[in-house]
Nanobody
Framework: QVQLVESGGGSVQPGGSLELSCAASGRTTFSSYAMAWFRQPPGKEREFVAVASNNRHGYRTYYADSIKGRFTLSRNSAKNTVFLQMNSLKPQDTAVYYC???????????????????WGQGTQVTVSS
């Protein structure tokens, strides 16, 4: 079993920054897991934000076009933690942000939320003036 716990959400004005963290725990080797962030804006479907692939795929990072250049995902393998640094936040970034993990993904399925088995509880990010 894998547990994921997010932290770091909150309220910020447009143009501000936040950093989200996702700590993974469980009796497994997390280097073999892809670690991703998804978000669900109010009244909308869950959408892909960013992902770091596993060690077999070189820990490559991929981003949604809507946040590219503003958000940065980093992975601390020693601490089984991933971070999402969010800069230049916009009101449309308002959402519940979820951390997800899975070890069976390929590069073609990394962005697909249905392919992930493990999810955190979510953390609210609100961008408003």
């Amino acid at each position: 079993q894998v547990q994921l716990v997010e932290s770091g959400g909150g309220s910020v004005q447009p143009g501000g920054s936040l950093e989200l963290s996702c700590a993974a725990s469980g009796r497994t080797t997390f280097s073999s897991y892809a670690m991703a962030w998804f978000r669900q804006p109010p009244g909308k479907e869950r959408e892909f934000v960013a992902v770091a692939s596993n060690n077999r795929h070189g820990y490559r990072t991929y981003y949604a076009d809507s946040i590219k250049g503003r958000f940065t995902l980093s992975r601390n393998s020693a601490k089984n933690t991933v971070f999402l640094q969010m800069n230049s936040l916009k009101p449309q970034d308002t959402a519940v942000y979820y951390c997800a993990a899975d070890e069976r993904l390929t590069t073609s399925t990394l962005r697909v939320s249905d392919q992930y088995d493990y999810w955190g509880q979510g953390t609210q990010v609100t961008v408003s003036s």
